[in-house]
């Protein structure tokens, strides 16, 4: 039976407050699945993706995936 391959994602990190963003930045951080500073969520590495990353880059940070 063959396996399937584990797709490559980014690890998001939120690490500095949202308190003060423009509205849009803020949404953009809660479509990342992030909520509270310290949290992370693994994303796809989609051109999508790395648009909402770009557009809260001062926000996160990314490691990416194994």
């Known amino acids: 039976m063959a396996t399937k391959k584990k797709a490559a994602g980014l690890t998001v990190k939120l690490v500095k407050s949202t308190i003060g963003s423009k509205k849009d930045q803020i949404a953009t951080v809660k479509s990342l699945g ?14 999508q993706t790395r648009g909402k990353i770009n557009k809260v880059s001062h926000l996160v940070t990314i490691v ?3």
């Open 34 to 47: 992030l909520s509270k500073l310290g949290d992370t969520s693994v994303q796809p590495d989609n051109a």
């Open 64 to 66: 990416e995936g194994k």
